[in-house]
């Protein structure tokens, strides 16, 4: 059972256009919502995050949006670059309990900006 | 934030053998995990590595193919032990405080 799902495996934008990468999950208790960013032969790297009690967060280029009765959100890129190619993965955090610290990943959406 | 160092980044391995990778966090933080990542697919999470005792593993991973030691709060070993070309993957070690996950560089390993 994927507990959070990307749906789009690929996604390609002009550089300068928004990226809009979705994701969607299926536990209304996870915590947090984190977004990473992974070149080849890289480990992932922490773009932003977003907590369960809030529906936005901005960080420069970056905004993630967070509906909650959606089980939805998104990560926008303005403007893209092609610097920002890369497979993106969404992933959920939860903050207590047994499943503390664990992140569950999404399958990864491989974003192409065009120059 | 934490830095987190693993090694080897790469290893090419015979199928029957066992390879060791290690990680450092270079500050003490709550929890750190391994994760796979196989070819095409996204990142499985292996075992919990808590610190003095034996690892919490997943469903579908075991303690005799993914031993684990977390001596103390700040290093972890986990060893894919009997290798197979199955196990050919990228193994990533985390370490996450309250609210934060950091993951180490990987380590691609490819069994022949």
């Known amino acids: 059972d994927q507990q959070v799902k990307q749906n789009s495996p690929s996604l390609s934008v002009q550089e300068g256009r928004i990226s809009i990468l979705n994701c969607d999950y299926t536990?209304?208790?996870?915590?947090?919502f984190l977004w990473y960013k992974k070149y080849p032969a890289e480990g992932p790297t922490f773009l932003i995050s977003?907590?369960?009690?809030?529906d936005k967060n901005e960080d420069g280029r970056f905004t993630v949006f967070l509906n909650k009765s959606a089980k939805h959100l998104s990560l926008h890129i303005v403007p893209s670059q092609p610097g920002d190619s890369a497979v993106y993965f969404c992933?959920?955090?939860?903050?207590?309990?047994?499943?503390?610290?664990?992140?569950?990943f999404g399958q990864g959406t491989i974003l192409t900006v065009h120059p | 934030s934490a830095v987190i160092s693993q090694k080897p980044s790469r290893d090419i391995c015979q199928r029957g053998t066992s390879l060791t990778i290690q990680c450092q966090v270079d500050?003490?933080?709550?929890?750190m995990f391994w994760y796979r990542q196989q070819p095409g697919q996204s990142l499985t999470l292996i075992a919990t590595?808590?610190?003095?005792?034996?690892?919490?593993?997943e469903s579908g991973f075991v303690i005799d193919k993914f031993p684990i030691s977390r001596p103390n709060l700040t290093f972890s070993t986990l060893t894919v032990s009997n290798m197979s070309p199955e196990d050919s993957s990228i193994y990533l070690c985390?370490?996450?405080?309250?609210?934060?996950?950091?993951f180490g560089q990987g380590t691609r390993l490819t069994v022949v």
């Open positions: 985390s370490a996450t405080n309250r609210d934060e996950a950091f």
């Open positions: 536990n209304s208790m996870f915590d947090y």
């Open positions: 977003i907590s369960s009690i809030k």
């Open positions: 992933a959920t955090f939860n903050a207590g309990g047994t499943s503390y610290g664990k992140l569950t």
């Open positions: 500050s003490q933080v709550t929890m």
């Open positions: 590595a808590n610190q003095g005792s034996e690892a919490t593993y």
